[in-house]
C-alpha cells in the first residue's frame, strides 16, 4: 500500500516497511527498516589544542539505527517519530515544514543521553557536492569526508608531503586535506538543491558513499534545511537571502594595490616613495605591525595590544592623514585575544572580560612563546567594550580597514559567561568575530567604507564579514597548501555565501626549508589582479621571502599587473554590486555558467571572473605554456586577441601574461581589448 502526502512542494511518499521524501521532484531521503535514514547514539570525544590545532578523538559508545517510522500529517507539516524497535518509545520525532521556498527538518529529541546524531541524505552514483565553508583541496568533495571544526589549516595540508611531516613532527601543526579556517554545514548538490544544518557542534560531512550522503553531528540539531533552485546561480541567491549578504567594497579598494610593509614610520614611507616613483598605484599601506612587533622562533609576530605604538611609528597619527592626501588609505591589524604583558589585558581582567578555566581562575592561550586572555564575547559588557576598543583605538585614529584575524582559537574547556560548552560555541566564535568588527563600523557610520578582512568564518560571516582571505598558505608551489589552493577557496567559500576573497600574494608562511622564490611571486601577482583585492604580505619570515621590491623587473612586473586590476574596476565593480544584491560571486566555478557542459564540473584549478573572464593561473613552476579547458563558446586570448572556441587549448604562458581569455559577446570587450593592449 502506498500513501502520498504532499504539502506545498514537499512530499513524502509512505510505502509498506518505509516512505520517500521528496522536494519539488528531487528525491532527499528514503527509509526503511533495512536501511533507516536516521542514527543516534552516544560518543565521548577528546580535544586537545595546540597553537590552533586541534587532536579530535571519538569514541562511540553506541550506534543506534532508528528503523521504525510513524508518519502523520498534522495541518501544514508531516510529522516522523522514530523509534529503534517497534515497541520501543519514540527516540525522536522530526517536523517537516514548508520554510518560504524550501524544506525545513526540525528535531524534537526525547532522551537527553543522546549525543550523537546521523542523517543519511539520498545520493546518485554521478552526482556531485560543493560548498561545506572554505576547502582548499578539493572543489568537489564527493569521495570525501569533511570534518567541520575552524582550526588553523596546517602547515602543507598533505600527510604524503616533507613540509607537512616536518611540521607534523615539529609543531604538531601538519593539518590534513580537510582543515579549514572556515568550515560551514552547508553544501550544493548537482542535483540542484543546497542543505543547510543549524548547528555549531563539530559535524563531519561523509560524501563516499554512491548511494547516500552521511550527515554526522555532535547534537541533535536545531534543524535542517533544503531548498532547490532553477540554476547554481539561483541556490546561492536563495542561500545568501537567508544566511545575509557582504556589502560592496568601497571605491577606494580598487585605486591601487594594498602594500603589505612593516617596520616603522620611516621605513614604510621609504618603501612607499620608491614604489610610487615607479608608477606602482598604490590604494592602500597595510601596517600589520603598527601596534608593535616581537620575534619569536616562528618568525616575526606582533605585539597583541590594539593601540598605536608610537616608538614604532613614530608621528603616526599625522603621517596617516599625509597619506591619506596622496589617495592611500591606512590598514593595520586586529585580533580577539589580547597579550598577557599588555594594557587591555589588564583592564580585561580587572572587569572580569576574559574567558576563564572552569573554576574562575585565569585562562591563558599559547600563542607560540606568549599568552593571551580570550575576550568573552557572550558578556555583553565585554563585547560592548571590545567594540569600543576598535572605534577609539583603530577607527578614531584614523584606520580605514585592517586584518581581523583568528577567531578560530577559542579552546573548548573554557567558562563562557552564556553558560554555553565552549566545544559548541568553538565554531561560532569566528561570525561573532565578524559581528564584534561589524557593530564598531557600523556604529561609526563607516559600514561600506572601511574594510577588515577575516580568514576564519562559519554560518554567519556572510552579513558581517566585508572580505574573506584564504590564510596562511605556504610559500610554494604545493596543491594543497600553495599557490593552487586559494582557487578551490575562493570557489567554495562563494558557494557557500561569501563572495568575495582574495590571499596573500605570494603565500604567507615559510618553514622547514620554505622559501618564497622571486618566480612564485610574479605567479602570484598575476593571480591577484584578476581577484576583487590585490594584497601583498612579507610574510613570518620576511628575510626568506622575495619581496615584491626584491629587484627592479619584479617591482615593474607589480606595476603592469596592478595597471591591469586598476583598469579593470569597472567591471569588478559590477560583480561585487552582484554580490551584494543577489549573492552571486564574484569568482565562480565554471559550472556556475557553463552548466551543460559535464567537462566543468571537475574543474577547480580554473575560475570564472564574472560572467564573461575566464582565468586558468599558471600554478607550477618553469612553466613558459600552459593548457586550458575552454567551455564551447567564442573566446579571446587576453594578450594576444587570438579568437577560440572551445576545448583543451594550450596557451604561451610567459611571466606577466597569465593564461586569461574573455567573452567575445561581452559588453566590457571593448574595455578588456583597451587593457591588454597596453
Not at 70 to 75: E, H, N, P, S
Not at 154 to 161: I, S, Y
Not at 315 to 325: G, R, S
Not at 374 to 392: G, P
Request: proline share 4%.
Amino acid at each position: 500500500m502506498t500513501t502520498n502526502t504532499e504539502i506545498k512542494g514537499f512530499e513524502v511518499i509512505e510505502r509498506e516497511n518505509g516512505f520517500e521524501v521528496f522536494l519539488e521532484g528531487r528525491l532527499l531521503f528514503t527509509h526503511s527498516t533495512k536501511h533507516p535514514f536516521v542514527f543516534v547514539g552516544a560518543g565521548e570525544e577528546t580535544i586537545a589544542m595546540y597553537r590552533g590545532n586541534f587532536k579530535i578523538d571519538d569514541y562511540i559508545v553506541e550506534r543506534i539505527p532508528l528503523r521504525f517510522a510513524q508518519v502523520t500529517k498534522q495541518g501544514d507539516s508531516v510529522q516522523i517519530g522514530l523509534r529503534h524497535s517497534k515497541n520501543d518509545n519514540e527516540v525522536l520525532s522530526i517536523e517537516l515544514n514548508r520554510d518560504q521556498d524550501g524544506m525545513r527538518a526540525s528535531f524534537d529529541l526525547k532522551d537527553d543521553s543522546i549525543n550523537r546524531f546521523w542523517m543519511r541524505i539520498h545520493a546518485d552514483k554521478e552526482e556531485k557536492v560543493y560548498g561545506c565553508g572554505e576547502q582548499l583541496s578539493y572543489l568537489n568533495l564527493r569521495g570525501k569526508n569533511f570534518p567541520l571544526w575552524t582550526s588553523e589549516p596546517g602547515v602543507g595540508r598533505n600527510k604524503n608531503t616533507y613540509t607537512t611531516w616536518q611540521a607534523d613532527v615539529k609543531d604538531k601543526a601538519g593539518g590534513d586535506y580537510y582543515n579549514t579556517n572556515f568550515p560551514q554545514p552547508t553544501f550544493i548538490s548537482t542535483q540542484k538543491y543546497y542543505c543547510h544544518v543549524d548547528t555549531t557542534a563539530y559535524a563531519d560531512f561523509d560524501f563516499r558513499q554512491e548511494t547516500f550522503h552521511e550527515l554526522q553531528i555532535w547534537e541533535i540539531p536545531k534543524s535542517i534545511l533544503f531548498e532547490c533552485g532553477s540554476t547554481y546561480k539561483d541556490l546561492v541567491t536563495r542561500l545568501t537571502e537567508r544566511l545575509g549578504r557582504q556589502p560592496e567594497l568601497p571605491d577606494w579598494t580598487y585605486n591601487g594595490i594594498w602594500l603589505g610593509i612593516q617596520g616603522g614610520t620611516d621605513a614604510v614611507e621609504k618603501k612607499l616613495d620608491h614604489a610610487l616613483s615607479k608608477g606602482l598605484k598604490i590604494g592602500a599601506v597595510w601596517c600589520q605591525d603598527w601596534q608593535g612587533k616581537r620575534i619569536t622562533s616562528f618568525g616575526k609576530r606582533l605585539m597583541w595590544n590594539w593601540q598605536w605604538n608610537a616608538d614604532e611609528y613614530p608621528n603616526l597619527d599625522t603621517k596617516i592623514q599625509d597619506w591619506k592626501e596622496q589617495g592611500i588609505k591606512f590598514l593595520g591589524y586586529i585580533n580577539p585575544y589580547v597579550a598577557e604583558e599588555g594594557s587591555l589585558y589588564k583592564e580585561a581582567k580587572a572587569n572580569n572580560y576574559l574567558a576563564t578555566k572552569e573554576d574562575g581562575s585565569d585562562y591563558l592561550v599559547d600563542f607560540g612563546e606568549f599568552y593571551c586572555g580570550v575576550i568573552d564575547f557572550t558578556n555583553e559588557a565585554a563585547n560592548k567594550w571590545y567594540v569600543s576598543v576598535i572605534q577609539t583605538n583603530l577607527i578614531d585614529f584614523g584606520l580605514d580597514g585592517w586584518m581581523a584575524d583568528f577567531g578560530e582559537y577559542l579552546p573548548t574547556d573554557v567558562k563562557l559567561s552564556n553558560g554555553v560548552p565552549a566545544k559548541v560555541m568553538h565554531n561560532a566564535w569566528p561570525a561573532i568575530w565578524a559581528k564584534v568588527n561589524h557593530d564598531a563600523v557600523k556604529e561609526s557610520g563607516r559600514w561600506g567604507d572601511i574594510v577588515y578582512f577575516m580568514r576564519a568564518g562559519f554560518t554567519g560571516n556572510q552579513a558581517y564579514c566585508p572580505l574573506l582571505w584564504a590564510g596562511d598558505q605556504s610559500v610554494n608551489w604545493s596543491l594543497d597548501d600553495g599557490l593552487a589552493s586559494v582557487i578551490p577557496a575562493a570557489l567554495s567559500a562563494g558557494l557557500t555565501g561569501c563572495g568575495i576573497s582574495h590571499s596573500d600574494i605570494g603565500g604567507y608562511t615559510s618553514l622547514h626549508g620554505n622559501k618564497r622564490s622571486k618566480e612564485l611571486l610574479l605567479r602570484w601577482t598575476e593571480m591577484a589582479a584578476f581577484t576583487p583585492v590585490m594584497r601583498t604580505h612579507e610574510g613570518n619570515r620576511p628575510d626568506d621571502c622575495f619581496q615584491y621590491d626584491g629587484d627592479e623587473e619584479t617591482l615593474l612586473h607589480f606595476v603592469k599587473m596592478t595597471d591591469v586590476y586598476v583598469e579593470l574596476a569597472p567591471y569588478v565593480k559590477s560583480l561585487v554590486k552582484l554580490n551584494a544584491t543577489e549573492g552571486i560571486p564574484i569568482q565562480r566555478p565554471l559550472f556556475m555558467e557553463y552548466e551543460q557542459d559535464p567537462k566543468v564540473y571537475d574543474i577547480q584549478y580554473q575560475y570564472m571572473l564574472g560572467s564573461d573572464i575566464l582565468v586558468a593561473p599558471v600554478h607550477e613552476q618553469g612553466k613558459d605554456s600552459w593548457e586550458v579547458y575552454l567551455p564551447e563558446d567564442e573566446w579571446v586570448h587576453f594578450w594576444s586577441g587570438e579568437e577560440y572556441k572551445g576545448g583543451h587549448v594550450e596557451v604561451a604562458a610567459p611571466i606577466g601574461q597569465p593564461p586569461v581569455f574573455y567573452r567575445k559577446a561581452s559588453t566590457f570587450k571593448e574595455l578588456f581589448a583597451k587593457i591588454s593592449k597596453k
